[in-house]
Protein backbone atom coordinates (compact mmCIF):
# COMPACT_ATOMS: atom_id res chain seq x y z
CA UNK A 1 0.00 0.00 0.00
CA UNK A 2 1.39 3.65 -0.61
CA UNK A 3 0.21 6.45 1.66
CA UNK A 4 0.47 10.19 0.08
CA UNK A 5 0.84 12.67 2.35
CA UNK A 6 -0.19 16.50 1.18
CA UNK A 7 -0.19 19.20 3.50
CA UNK A 8 -3.84 19.91 2.85
CA UNK A 9 -7.31 18.96 0.86
CA UNK A 10 -6.17 21.29 -2.33
CA UNK A 11 -2.66 19.69 -3.01
CA UNK A 12 -4.34 16.23 -2.09
CA UNK A 13 -6.71 16.25 -4.78
CA UNK A 14 -4.12 18.12 -7.83
CA UNK A 15 -2.20 15.14 -6.91
CA UNK A 16 -4.99 12.52 -7.41
CA UNK A 17 -6.24 14.56 -10.18
CA UNK A 18 -3.36 14.26 -11.80
CA UNK A 19 -2.69 10.47 -11.14
CA UNK A 20 -5.91 9.42 -12.57
CA UNK A 21 -5.27 12.00 -15.48
CA UNK A 22 -1.58 9.88 -16.03
CA UNK A 23 -3.36 6.99 -16.09
CA UNK A 24 -5.82 7.78 -18.81
CA UNK A 25 -3.34 9.11 -20.73
CA UNK A 26 -0.82 6.47 -20.49
CA UNK A 27 -3.81 4.07 -21.52
CA UNK A 28 -4.05 6.59 -24.68
CA UNK A 29 -0.63 5.49 -25.54
CA UNK A 30 -0.45 2.56 -24.57
CA UNK A 31 -0.88 -1.25 -26.54
CA UNK A 32 -4.60 -1.54 -24.63
CA UNK A 33 -6.06 1.66 -26.37
CA UNK A 34 -8.25 0.12 -28.37
CA UNK A 35 -10.21 -0.98 -25.45
CA UNK A 36 -11.84 2.27 -22.78
CA UNK A 37 -10.03 3.02 -19.86
CA UNK A 38 -12.51 1.89 -17.12
CA UNK A 39 -12.64 4.72 -14.10
CA UNK A 40 -14.98 3.70 -10.69
CA UNK A 41 -15.99 7.07 -9.22
CA UNK A 42 -17.12 8.10 -5.96
CA UNK A 43 -19.33 10.79 -4.82
CA UNK A 44 -19.38 12.90 -1.06
CA UNK A 45 -17.19 15.95 -0.18
CA UNK A 46 -13.63 14.27 -0.54
CA UNK A 47 -13.44 14.02 -4.43
CA UNK A 48 -15.01 17.63 -5.36
CA UNK A 49 -11.45 18.64 -5.82
CA UNK A 50 -10.11 16.04 -8.19
CA UNK A 51 -13.04 16.56 -10.36
CA UNK A 52 -12.76 20.31 -10.33
CA UNK A 53 -9.33 19.51 -11.72
CA UNK A 54 -9.88 17.08 -13.97
CA UNK A 55 -12.78 19.00 -15.48
CA UNK A 56 -10.08 21.88 -16.01
CA UNK A 57 -7.60 19.40 -17.67
CA UNK A 58 -10.07 18.24 -19.74
CA UNK A 59 -11.41 22.10 -20.48
CA UNK A 60 -7.21 22.78 -21.34
CA UNK A 61 -6.73 19.78 -23.55
CA UNK A 62 -4.71 17.70 -21.38
CA UNK A 63 -7.05 14.91 -20.76
CA UNK A 64 -9.79 13.38 -22.44
CA UNK A 65 -12.78 11.41 -21.32
CA UNK A 66 -13.54 10.29 -24.89
CA UNK A 67 -12.23 6.34 -24.26
CA UNK A 68 -13.52 6.49 -20.30
CA UNK A 69 -15.99 4.59 -19.19
CA UNK A 70 -17.37 5.39 -15.66
CA UNK A 71 -18.81 3.08 -12.95
CA UNK A 72 -19.93 5.01 -9.85
CA UNK A 73 -20.14 3.80 -6.08
CA UNK A 74 -23.22 3.75 -5.28
CA UNK A 75 -26.73 5.41 -5.15
CA UNK A 76 -29.61 5.74 -2.55
CA UNK A 77 -32.75 3.71 -2.72
CA UNK A 78 -36.00 5.14 -3.32
CA UNK A 79 -34.27 8.17 -5.04
CA UNK A 80 -35.29 9.79 -8.52
CA UNK A 81 -32.69 10.55 -11.25
CA UNK A 82 -33.30 14.45 -11.07
CA UNK A 83 -33.73 14.63 -7.34
CA UNK A 84 -30.89 16.83 -6.08
CA UNK A 85 -30.01 14.18 -4.14
CA UNK A 86 -29.48 11.78 -5.63
CA UNK A 87 -25.60 10.43 -6.90
CA UNK A 88 -27.09 11.05 -10.20
CA UNK A 89 -27.73 14.44 -9.98
CA UNK A 90 -24.36 14.65 -8.15
CA UNK A 91 -22.37 13.58 -10.79
CA UNK A 92 -24.17 15.20 -13.31
CA UNK A 93 -23.39 18.45 -11.64
CA UNK A 94 -20.09 18.23 -10.42
CA UNK A 95 -18.25 16.22 -13.04
CA UNK A 96 -20.19 14.78 -16.18
CA UNK A 97 -22.28 17.64 -17.15
CA UNK A 98 -18.78 19.91 -17.25
CA UNK A 99 -16.65 17.60 -19.39
CA UNK A 100 -16.57 18.13 -22.82
CA UNK A 101 -16.19 14.60 -24.23
CA UNK A 102 -17.51 12.25 -22.27
CA UNK A 103 -20.20 10.01 -23.99
CA UNK A 104 -23.17 9.82 -21.84
CA UNK A 105 -23.31 5.94 -23.16
CA UNK A 106 -20.57 5.40 -21.26
CA UNK A 107 -22.02 6.70 -17.88
CA UNK A 108 -22.95 3.65 -15.34
CA UNK A 109 -24.44 5.04 -12.12
CA UNK A 110 -26.75 1.83 -9.83
CA UNK A 111 -30.36 2.90 -10.55
CA UNK A 112 -32.15 3.41 -7.01
CA UNK A 113 -35.38 3.30 -8.56
CA UNK A 114 -34.84 -0.27 -10.64
CA UNK A 115 -38.03 -2.37 -10.31
CA UNK A 116 -35.93 -5.43 -9.15
CA UNK A 117 -32.72 -4.12 -7.25
CA UNK A 118 -30.94 -7.25 -7.24
CA UNK A 119 -30.97 -7.84 -10.96
CA UNK A 120 -30.03 -3.88 -11.39
CA UNK A 121 -26.73 -5.17 -8.92
CA UNK A 122 -26.41 -8.78 -10.98
CA UNK A 123 -26.52 -6.48 -14.19
CA UNK A 124 -24.17 -3.84 -13.09
CA UNK A 125 -21.35 -6.52 -12.20
CA UNK A 126 -21.97 -8.36 -15.31
CA UNK A 127 -21.46 -4.92 -17.03
CA UNK A 128 -18.27 -4.29 -14.93
CA UNK A 129 -17.03 -7.74 -16.04
CA UNK A 130 -17.65 -6.99 -20.27
CA UNK A 131 -15.15 -4.27 -19.87
CA UNK A 132 -12.74 -6.59 -18.43
CA UNK A 133 -12.96 -4.81 -14.54
CA UNK A 134 -12.45 -1.60 -13.64
CA UNK A 135 -8.84 0.02 -14.09
CA UNK A 136 -8.73 2.13 -11.29
CA UNK A 137 -11.31 2.94 -8.65
CA UNK A 138 -11.57 6.23 -6.98
CA UNK A 139 -12.98 6.41 -3.31
CA UNK A 140 -13.29 8.54 -0.42
CA UNK A 141 -14.51 6.61 2.83
CA UNK A 142 -16.83 7.79 5.79
CA UNK A 143 -15.96 7.98 9.30
CA UNK A 144 -16.77 4.80 9.96
CA UNK A 145 -14.39 3.29 7.64
CA UNK A 146 -16.99 2.38 5.03
CA UNK A 147 -16.36 2.14 1.62
CA UNK A 148 -18.94 2.71 -0.98
CA UNK A 149 -21.89 2.31 1.05
CA UNK A 150 -20.16 -1.04 2.67
CA UNK A 151 -21.16 -0.38 6.55
CA UNK A 152 -18.99 -1.68 8.98
CA UNK A 153 -18.96 -5.74 9.16
CA UNK A 154 -20.41 -5.92 4.89
CA UNK A 155 -18.54 -8.96 4.19
CA UNK A 156 -15.26 -8.23 2.58
CA UNK A 157 -15.97 -10.50 -0.44
CA UNK A 158 -19.61 -8.33 -1.01
CA UNK A 159 -20.09 -7.89 -4.51
CA UNK A 160 -23.17 -5.10 -5.63
CA UNK A 161 -25.87 -5.11 -3.87
CA UNK A 162 -28.37 -3.40 -1.40
CA UNK A 163 -26.96 -1.73 1.82
CA UNK A 164 -29.15 -0.57 4.69
CA UNK A 165 -27.29 2.29 6.30
CA UNK A 166 -26.18 2.71 9.82
CA UNK A 167 -27.59 5.57 11.91
CA UNK A 168 -24.49 7.19 11.61
CA UNK A 169 -23.88 6.95 8.21
CA UNK A 170 -27.03 8.37 8.19
CA UNK A 171 -26.28 11.49 10.30
CA UNK A 172 -22.90 12.24 8.68
CA UNK A 173 -24.95 12.52 5.00
CA UNK A 174 -28.06 14.31 6.97
CA UNK A 175 -25.82 17.42 5.78
CA UNK A 176 -26.91 17.09 2.26
CA UNK A 177 -30.41 16.68 3.22
CA UNK A 178 -30.88 19.88 5.11
CA UNK A 179 -29.51 18.24 8.46
CA UNK A 180 -32.36 16.15 8.93
CA UNK A 181 -32.21 12.67 9.43
CA UNK A 182 -35.50 11.95 8.70
CA UNK A 183 -34.96 12.82 4.96
CA UNK A 184 -31.89 10.85 4.46
CA UNK A 185 -32.78 7.20 2.63
CA UNK A 186 -32.49 4.03 4.95
CA UNK A 187 -31.02 2.04 1.62
CA UNK A 188 -29.27 2.35 -0.83
CA UNK A 189 -27.27 0.37 -3.95
CA UNK A 190 -23.87 0.09 -3.75
CA UNK A 191 -20.87 -1.95 -5.14
CA UNK A 192 -19.14 -4.50 -3.19
CA UNK A 193 -15.74 -4.45 -1.00
CA UNK A 194 -14.84 -7.19 -3.64
CA UNK A 195 -15.63 -4.93 -6.52
CA UNK A 196 -13.38 -2.46 -5.53
CA UNK A 197 -11.02 -4.54 -4.21
CA UNK A 198 -10.99 -6.39 -7.83
CA UNK A 199 -9.61 -2.94 -9.57
CA UNK A 200 -6.21 -3.00 -10.65
CA UNK A 201 -6.05 -0.06 -8.44
CA UNK A 202 -7.70 1.69 -5.88
CA UNK A 203 -7.00 5.54 -5.00
CA UNK A 204 -8.83 6.31 -1.93
CA UNK A 205 -8.89 10.01 -0.94
CA UNK A 206 -9.11 10.77 2.82
CA UNK A 207 -9.45 14.20 4.66
CA UNK A 208 -9.82 15.80 7.88
CA UNK A 209 -9.67 15.31 11.53
CA UNK A 210 -12.67 13.19 11.51
CA UNK A 211 -11.19 10.58 9.17
CA UNK A 212 -7.68 9.99 11.14
CA UNK A 213 -8.85 6.82 13.06
CA UNK A 214 -10.45 5.51 10.00
CA UNK A 215 -6.99 6.38 8.32
CA UNK A 216 -5.42 4.91 11.09
CA UNK A 217 -7.26 1.84 10.98
CA UNK A 218 -7.04 1.67 7.17
CA UNK A 219 -3.24 1.44 7.03
CA UNK A 220 -1.94 0.16 10.52
CA UNK A 221 -5.14 -1.47 11.58
CA UNK A 222 -5.86 -5.44 11.70
CA UNK A 223 -7.61 -6.67 8.26
CA UNK A 224 -11.11 -6.53 9.75
CA UNK A 225 -14.96 -6.37 7.98
CA UNK A 226 -15.33 -3.77 11.37
CA UNK A 227 -13.35 -1.19 9.26
CA UNK A 228 -13.92 -2.28 5.52
CA UNK A 229 -11.53 0.33 4.38
CA UNK A 230 -8.34 -1.83 6.02
CA UNK A 231 -8.79 -4.15 3.28
CA UNK A 232 -6.86 -2.38 0.99
CA UNK A 233 -3.67 -3.88 2.95
CA UNK A 234 -4.21 -6.63 0.86
CA UNK A 235 -4.65 -4.98 -2.30
CA UNK A 236 -1.70 -4.77 -4.73
CA UNK A 237 -2.11 -1.61 -5.91
CA UNK A 238 -3.97 0.63 -3.19
CA UNK A 239 -3.37 4.02 -2.60
CA UNK A 240 -4.32 6.42 0.09
CA UNK A 241 -3.90 9.90 -0.69
CA UNK A 242 -4.36 11.98 2.73
CA UNK A 243 -3.89 15.59 4.18
CA UNK A 244 -1.60 16.18 7.61
CA UNK A 245 -5.24 16.59 9.53
CA UNK A 246 -6.01 13.05 8.63
CA UNK A 247 -3.03 11.71 9.58
CA UNK A 248 -3.66 12.44 13.62
CA UNK A 249 -3.82 8.84 14.78
CA UNK A 250 -1.01 7.64 13.28
CA UNK A 251 1.78 6.39 14.76
CA UNK A 252 5.32 8.93 14.33
CA UNK A 253 7.09 6.21 12.57
CA UNK A 254 4.62 5.00 10.06
CA UNK A 255 4.14 8.87 9.32
CA UNK A 256 7.63 9.54 9.13
CA UNK A 257 7.87 6.17 6.86
CA UNK A 258 5.64 7.39 4.28
CA UNK A 259 6.66 10.89 3.75
CA UNK A 260 10.04 9.56 3.19
CA UNK A 261 8.67 6.92 1.17
CA UNK A 262 6.58 9.55 -1.12
CA UNK A 263 8.31 12.79 -0.83
CA UNK A 264 9.00 12.51 -4.20
CA UNK A 265 5.37 12.88 -4.69
CA UNK A 266 4.73 16.14 -2.20
CA UNK A 267 3.27 18.90 -3.58
C1 LIG B 1 -20.99 8.46 1.50
C2 LIG B 1 -20.62 7.67 0.25
C3 LIG B 1 -19.19 7.20 0.32
C4 LIG B 1 -18.27 8.35 0.70
C5 LIG B 1 -18.65 8.86 2.05
C6 LIG B 1 -17.75 9.97 2.56
O1 LIG B 1 -21.40 7.65 2.54
N1 LIG B 1 -21.46 6.56 0.03
O2 LIG B 1 -18.82 6.67 -0.94
O3 LIG B 1 -16.94 7.92 0.68
O4 LIG B 1 -19.99 9.35 1.97
O5 LIG B 1 -18.16 11.21 2.10
P1 LIG B 1 -17.32 12.53 2.25
O6 LIG B 1 -16.30 12.48 1.18
O7 LIG B 1 -18.32 13.61 2.00
O8 LIG B 1 -16.75 12.55 3.60
Redesign the pocket.
Known amino acids: MRVIIQRDYLRTCLWAAKYIADRINEHENGPEKDRPFVLGL ?5 PLGVYRELIRMNHDGELSFKNVVTFN ?2 EYMGLTREDPHSYWHFMHENLFDRLTDIKPENINILDGMAEDPEKECEEYEKKIASYGGIDLFL ?4 VDG ?1 L ?2 NEPFTSLRSRTGIRKLTTN ?1 KVA ?1 SRFFDNDISKVPSSALSVGVATVTDSKEVLILIHGHNKARALAESVEGAITSKWTCSVLQMHNGAIIACDEAACGELTVDTYKYFLDAEREERL
Do not use: C, Q, V
Not at 42 to 46: A, E, F, K, N, V
Open positions: PTGSSMDGGIGHAFTN
